[in-house]
């Protein structure tokens, strides 16, 4: 490996735990605090526990992530962001510990919530989404693998993360939570398609089937297309209830340069502002929807 292993830094640590995938965390919870207020349920605590569990899910999900691949081989040759196992900075055991630290963060955070709210049925859920993010890419065959992977994200970043946000606090979900689930759903499924995207030609060398393997490369571009369309037509949907909702179609706006790259046909390194942009224009969607969601309430 190219350098002495065991020799990463707080910085490569930090660029290893993919901080510019924290949006897909942050995202679903405000959008789910939005439905929560308009049923006139909102907590605080609540909403903050709900975040840190998602927060150390999805930190956990991308230790995983690095330690399985690169166990494997399969980020030997990357054109993304560091993965530590792969470039042989760190330990594969050290990142294994940091993705089980990670995820066991999220479980007892998520006991705790459970616990004080009483809604003892979300634990099945909580556990499906531990269980989820190790066997993405972990496990003797790992679903990330055999192009289930947009799948996984759309129901546990979309369906499951939003919908918990509001049920734990309301005991109940609404049309308005079921819109924004889905439209997290769709958002947080085409950061990942862009990302499968960009890693099309190194995912098929080491044998990934990714969806968007599957599909090729015109296939997955228009797929993409079709995931940022999704929370913009949810929005004109919930505005004849909601009218203060309407504003989220500004995020957009950011949407537009990773749109440009992905039908303009960005390929490997041109690709990575993508799935930035990507969720950018998913927090400014959830931060709008939230707001008329609340205002409206």
Known sequence: MGRMIAMATVTEWIEGARPRTLPNAVAPVLAGVGAAAQLGAFSWWQSLLALLVALALIVGVNFANDYSDGIRGTDTERVGPLRLVGSGVARPRAVLTAALVSLGVAGVLGLTLVAATGRWWLLA?????????????????????????????????????????????????????????????????????????????????????????????????????????????????????????????????????????????????????????????????????????????
């Open 125 to 297: 859920g909580g556990a499906a989404c531990l269980a989820g993010a190790w066997f993405y890419t972990g496990g003797r065959r790992p679903y990330g693998y055999a192009g289930l992977g947009e799948i996984a994200v759309f129901v546990f970043f979309g369906l499951a993360a939003v919908l918990g946000t509001v049920y734990v606090q309301a005991g109940t979900v609404s049309w308005a939570a079921l819109g924004g689930a889905v439209a997290i759903g769709s958002f947080s499924t085409a950061v990942l398609t862009a990302n499968n995207l960009r890693d099309i030609p190194t995912d098929t060398t080491s044998g990934k089937r990714t969806l968007a393997v599957r599909l090729g490369d015109a296939g997955t571009r228009r797929l993409y297309l079709g995931l940022a369309l999704v929370p913009f037509l949810i929005t004109v949907a919930l505005a004849p209830a909601f009218p203060l909702v309407l504003p989220a179609l500004l995020a957009a706006v950011p949407l537009l340069k990773p749109v440009r790259a992905v039908t303009g046909g960005a390929t490997g390194p041109g690709l990575i502002p993508a799935l930035r942009d990507t969720g950018m224009a998913m927090l400014a969607w959830s931060v709008l929807t939230a707001l008329g969601l609340v205002l409206a309430g």
